[in-house]
């Protein structure tokens, strides 16, 4: 069984940039001063006693953890280590920037319980990262994951396509990059225009255009399948919705969805569900298989991607799960034949 997160924040904390996408209290919904000892340890306590039974994991979001000074690093992971020696904590992760690790900050990392690491690699496209602010280039990120891995810490990148400067190709060429480097998953957060930022002066100015909802759905399908043909998962697409970033006003543009993992999941499930029909006549009846868990996926949205084959190729259509099937594939019957197809 998973570990139970308990999330701490320290929005822009530490962060030696702002980039021209960057508003973290917005995004990560949660701004202010570092957490205390006490506040940590009786947030820590609240969740063991709701959940004896769960092994806990810290986990310190937003902000550049590696960035703080030495002394409030030691604040936040110091406090933990008596309950990561009793069992009570199994682990501790957090997220910072390639140009924020060394080796001796990731080895100071692995004696203070730090198992996981997410970099915000966001590109690695040399331009995209100039005209966004990011104040480091690709050689930074290659680094920074060899000091970790040396020292024992898995490796999350975190991924934003679209940014200025960028392309559909440039963020897939910046994909194959960040998988050669054989991260244990990556996120991919399609760039927003979040009021109060550089890019949404830009936005303003005209002189900045995020991705449309269905190019950032497209765009991330074609990523979602390389990282799974490299055996590396997708833990998450898009930003998780907030009240923030759900008030009127907030996001200006770009293609926000709450549900923006589960469009993509579907728009490549129904490639392959296409490719499944090729030969089959107009007005057959069939029936998909599903993994334990993807009905709605193959469903689509609103049943759309139903609706869609009923339009192209004139089937009815239906899906039910198949406990049998392996996560990444989905199968066809039709007319006493069984057909299947993966989908990385």
Not at 217 to 240: D, H, N, S, W, Y
Not at 298 to 303: D, F, I, N, S, T
Request: proline share 7%; with cysteine; glycine share 10%.
């Amino acid at each position: 069984m998973r570990p139970l997160l308990v999330p701490f924040f320290i929005s822009h904390q530490g962060c030696p940039h702002r980039c021209v996408f960057c508003d973290q209290e917005r995004v990560a919904g949660a701004a202010g001063a570092l957490p205390t000892a006490r506040q940590m340890l009786g947030r820590i306590e609240e969740y063991h006693l709701g959940a004896p039974a769960r092994q806990l994991e810290v986990a310190f979001y937003g902000g550049t953890f590696t960035a703080l000074p030495r002394r409030d690093q030691e604040s936040l992971l110091f406090p933990l280590q008596p309950l990561l020696h009793a069992g009570i904590l199994q682990s501790v992760r957090l997220s910072t920037r390639p140009d924020a690790i060394d080796p001796d900050t990731a080895r100071f990392l692995k004696q203070c319980g730090v198992t996981t690491v997410e970099l915000g690699v966001q590109s690695l496209d040399p331009e995209v990262l100039m005209l966004s602010g990011r104040g480091h280039g690709a050689s930074e990120v290659e680094l920074s994951v060899a000091s970790l891995k040396e020292a024992g810490i898995e490796v999350g990148i975190q991924l934003m396509p679209g940014l200025p400067g960028d392309t559909p190709q440039r963020s897939l060429d910046t994909l194959r990059r960040a998988l050669d480097l054989a991260p244990a998953f990556l996120r991919i957060y399609p760039t927003l225009v979040i009021d109060g930022t550089e890019l949404a002066l830009r936005y303003r100015a005209g002189s900045y255009q995020p991705l449309s909802l269905a190019e950032a759905v497209t765009l991330c399908k074609e990523m979602l399948a390389a990282a799974g043909q490299a055996g590396i998962p997708v833990i998450r697409f898009g930003l998780q919705p907030t009240s923030e970033l759900d008030s009127p006003g907030v996001v200006l543009a770009g293609p926000y969805h709450p549900a923006f993992g589960q469009l993509v999941e579907s728009e490549l499930c129904f490639d392959r569900m296409c490719e499944l029909l090729a030969d089959v006549p107009a007005g057959s009846t069939v029936t998909f298989g599903a993994p334990a868990g993807r009905v709605s996926d193959l469903v689509g949205q609103k049943r759309a991607n139903l609706q869609r084959l009923a339009t192209r190729y004139g089937v009815a259509a239906t899906v039910r799960e198949d406990a049998k099937l392996s996560p990444d594939v989905i199968s066809l019957q039709w007319d006493g034949l069984s057909r299947h197809a993966r989908l990385f």
